[in-house]
């Protein structure tokens, strides 16, 4: 297949960055420009048939209004598109809004809603509530219980905030229940701690064994910890 004369030339000419950096500059500006125009279009769309709709034609002696999903459909849109672009339009101030600014201004949305909860109703939500302000406001909760648990006077102790151990145990971060867990194992291993290490070492070695065991069935977990205990034993005497 030919190739046109503009085909040519694009593919033959040596790339030069600065050029490359100009020319690309001049198309982003070109892009927000585009994109505030046509957010802009959607915004007005949606406010003109939100309500009543607006006189398409006669169908039947009829009046058809038409709805804000006819309109996506004829510009050629996807309606989860379109309220995308309609979520960073900033109407008040007709601008797009940047990533950070988008998420301040969901926080911000968020927090009003949970405001809204009931403690008495702890599974009710609000009108408006997401499966995103639902994940916000669970890290929100578990934020809390972390704050919590270093105020207490033996969270010193814990040394459970170098979070690697956790990634080994294939959880990426440590829950407020694995931290108080610790905390209570530790205390029933320092008795029979081998001296001259650390308990807390030694506890997450334990904590490593308890997720293993925890993978079979509960009727098999005694034996199964006895044979690792007895596998333990030949290892650290390097005879398998």
Same mark, same amino acid.
């Given at each position: 297949?030919? &190739?046109? &004369?503009?085909?040519?030339?694009? *593919?033959?000419?040596?790339? !030069?960055?600065?050029?490359?950096?100009?020319?690309?500059?001049?198309?982003?500006?070109?892009?927000?420009?585009? *994109?505030? @125009?046509?957010?802009?279009?959607?915004? +007005?769309?949606?406010?003109?048939?939100?309500?009543?709709?607006?006189?398409?034609?006669?169908?039947? !002696?009829?009046?058809?209004?038409?709805? =804000?999903?006819? /309109?996506?459909?004829?510009?050629?849109? *996807?309606?989860?598109? %379109?309220?995308?672009?309609?979520?960073?339009?900033?109407?008040?101030?007709?601008?797009?809004?940047? *990533?950070?600014?988008?998420?301040?201004?969901?926080?911000?949305?968020?927090?009003?809603?949970?405001?809204?909860?009931?403690?008495? /109703?702890?599974?009710?939500?609000?009108?408006?509530?997401?499966?995103?302000?639902?994940?916000?406001?669970? @890290?929100?909760?578990?934020?809390?219980?972390?704050?919590?648990?270093?105020?207490?006077?033996?969270?010193?102790?814990?040394?459970?905030? !170098?979070?690697?151990? =956790?990634? !080994?145990?294939?959880?990426?971060? %440590?829950?407020?229940?694995?931290?108080?867990?610790?905390?209570?194992?530790?205390?029933?291993?320092?008795?029979?701690?081998?001296?001259?290490?650390?308990?807390? &070492?030694?506890?997450? +070695?334990?904590?490593?064994?308890?997720?293993?065991?925890?993978?079979?069935?509960?009727?098999?977990? &005694?034996?199964? %910890?006895?044979?690792?205990?007895?596998?333990?034993?030949?290892? %650290?005497?390097?005879?398998?």
């Amino acid at each position: 297949m030919a &190739k046109d &004369k503009k085909d040519v030339i694009v *593919s033959t000419r040596p790339w !030069n960055y600065e050029e490359a950096v100009k020319v690309g500059r001049e198309l982003m500006k070109q892009y927000h420009k585009l *994109s505030l @125009s046509v957010v802009r279009e959607l915004y +007005a769309a949606r406010e003109a048939l939100s309500n009543t709709g607006v006189r398409k034609d006669l169908v039947s !002696n009829e009046t058809r209004l038409i709805s =804000f999903q006819d /309109y996506l459909n004829d510009i050629g849109m *996807s309606k989860p598109t %379109a309220y995308r672009w309609l979520e960073l339009y900033d109407h008040a101030n007709d601008k797009l809004l940047s *990533s950070e600014e988008y998420k301040a201004k969901k926080i911000v949305e968020f927090e009003k809603l949970i405001k809204l909860l009931r403690p008495d /109703y702890p599974e009710w939500r609000p009108d408006g509530w997401s499966e995103a302000c639902e994940r916000y406001y669970r @890290s929100k909760l578990q934020e809390d219980r972390y704050t919590q648990i270093a105020r207490q006077e033996h969270f010193e102790q814990l040394d459970l905030f !170098n979070r690697h151990f =956790f990634e !080994n145990l294939q959880a990426p971060i %440590a829950s407020p229940e694995d931290i108080l867990h610790f905390s209570e194992l530790k205390e029933k291993i320092k008795p029979i701690a081998y001296p001259g290490i650390p308990v807390q &070492k030694q506890t997450h +070695a334990v904590m490593l064994i308890e997720k293993v065991i925890r993978d079979f069935p509960e009727k098999d977990r &005694k034996g199964v %910890a006895k044979a690792l205990a007895e596998a333990t034993m030949l290892i %650290a005497m390097e005879e398998i």
